[in-house]
């Protein structure tokens, strides 16, 4: 019996006395031959007690506490950690009935989308990019919208206008050719500096046109996309800015700001 | 890389629910995360140090628990409070703890807090109880597994939550207030039972009976 222990969430269901009868004697039967689940159990009421107190202070002991200045550097521990993980997570496997699961998963779709997208606007941007618009002009895609695929948008000056009614759409933003960052992230905040999505974005490479061209011979990087997906009723109607913010570890940087103008939420 | 098409659900009383639901909708996900992890990691640290850990060792399960917790937060489903889902990640690693450092050993001598601070190879739970942190030798295994058999068998008359009772009294150690908690009983039926249950193994194992009582009970 003792090698077959009860989750902790078991032992916490026991302890609020959520199991049947006989539930509940398998439990006991258990704790009596097993004293670390017993010394779980007991610890119990301390997690709570310290999980909701309000204010922490007034049920922990000042030696029970983290020295100050120590959960904001477990805190960007934490982060390097996650960032990490992130970065090593393996690609799915492919799946069996490709094109059933591409049209009914969105995550898959948007990716499909994104693509798309890139294929599609490649070779233009790349173009647009040595005629001297350094960083070409972003993109919307509205995938589900039938017809409608792409609208140049932005640029010169103006803002990105995006419609939500009627579902997701898909952003390409051209990345500055000097940007060198390993990753990179969309915010979009109000006018006003408040923070209202923010998302890793996926960075497409867009180094291959059509089939015959050539590569303009310039010292250049290839140009590259920063595709995000945004979602119906995400963001309420109204301007905005969008930033692309660098990462490098924890080192963050905002590296390019658009308008944003969104519609039909 | 996208945001997904789900709206947050709103709980305007419980942030830390509406800060995991905005995450979950993929709705300001770093902020929200710190937010989590300033609330909950002074709590994770406060209650590993509570149990006697080593203030090294409460950083790095505070950080291996919200890291978990952050690394599976999509299956949060937001059917209890989000503390008692981290019980589910904490307490995982707190029992693991218990298991590597070895089964600690209850003693069952009882000590104020304002008392000398224990040696090293003890720790102290607030209670007041002292655990020592080294396991049990074999020889004490083999010796406890006899105790426990001979106490089963000399309480097998007894009911079952009776018994039980005695069991984490006699061999476990454990104090009345803790049987309680344990078994989800009043204080007075465990006292009830004890004493029925004392009564039997005296008439059972007679002189013997001795070695399993504290010294307040002989």
Avoid at chain 1, 96 to 123: H, Q
Wanted: charged share 25%; net charge neutral.
């Amino acid at each position: 019996m003792t090698e077959d222990h009860p989750t902790p969430r078991r032992l916490a269901a026991y302890q609020a006395g959520q199991l049947s009868p006989g539930e509940e004697d398998e439990i006991q039967e258990h704790l009596v031959a097993c004293r670390e689940c017993t010394v779980a159990l007991l610890s119990l009421p301390d997690f709570q007690e310290l999980m909701e107190a309000e204010d922490l202070e007034t049920v922990a002991r000042p030696e029970e506490l983290p020295s100050p200045g120590q959960t904001r550097a477990s805190w960007q521990a934490v982060q390097a950690r996650l960032a990490a993980s992130r970065s090593a997570a393996p690609a799915p496997p492919p799946p069996v009935g490709r094109f059933r699961r591409l049209t009914t998963s969105p995550r898959a779709f948007f990716a499909l989308a994104a693509g798309l997208l890139a294929c599609l606007i490649g070779f233009p941007l790349w173009i647009a990019n040595h005629r001297g618009t350094s960083a070409g002009a972003p993109l919307v895609a509205y995938p589900p919208g039938g017809g409608e695929v792409i609208r140049g948008v932005g640029g010169s000056g103006q803002p990105l206008s995006v419609r939500l009614a009627e579902g997701p759409a898909v952003l390409a933003l051209p990345l500055p050719a000097r940007a060198s960052f390993p990753a990179y992230r969309i915010e979009i905040r109000t006018p006003g500096g408040e923070l209202r999505l923010s998302a890793d974005a996926l960075l497409v490479p867009v180094a291959v046109g059509p089939a015959g061209t050539q590569a303009p011979a310039t010292g250049d990087r290839p140009p590259r996309l920063l595709v995000i997906a945004l979602g119906r009723g995400q963001l309420a109607a109204g301007d905005y800015r969008l930033r692309i913010v660098g990462l490098r570890g924890s080192h963050a940087e905002a590296i390019a700001e658009h308008a944003l103008h969104i519609s039909g939420s | 890389m996208t945001f997904q098409p789900r709206e947050p659900e709103p709980a305007a009383d419980d942030p830390v629910a509406a800060w995991v639901a905005q995450i979950q909708a993929g709705v300001d996900v770093e902020r929200n995360f710190e937010r989590l992890y300033e609330r909950f990691h002074p709590r994770l640290f406060a209650f590993f140090r509570r149990h006697g850990l080593a203030p090294e060792r409460c950083e790095e399960l505070a950080q291996d628990a919200l890291f978990n917790a952050f690394d599976k937060i999509a299956s949060f489903e937001h059917r209890s409070r989000f503390s008692t889902w981290l019980w589910g990640i904490a307490g995982h690693l707190y029992v693991n703890e218990q298991r590597r450092m070895g089964a600690a050993k209850r003693d069952g001598v009882e000590l104020p807090l304002e008392e000398s601070q224990p040696a090293d190879t003890e720790r102290r739970r607030p209670g007041g109880v002292v655990l020592k942190a080294a396991g049990p030798s074999p020889y004490e295994e083999v010796e406890k597994k006899e105790q426990l058999a001979t106490l089963r068998e000399a309480l097998i008359s007894l009911p079952p939550k009776m018994q039980r009772c005695a069991i984490l009294r006699f061999h476990q150690g454990l104090k009345y207030r803790e049987i309680a908690e344990v078994m989800r009983l009043s204080l007075d039926t465990v006292k009830a039972h004890l004493g029925q249950a004392r009564q039997v193994l005296q008439q059972r194992l007679g002189p013997q009976a001795g070695t399993f009582f504290h010294e307040e009970e002989r």
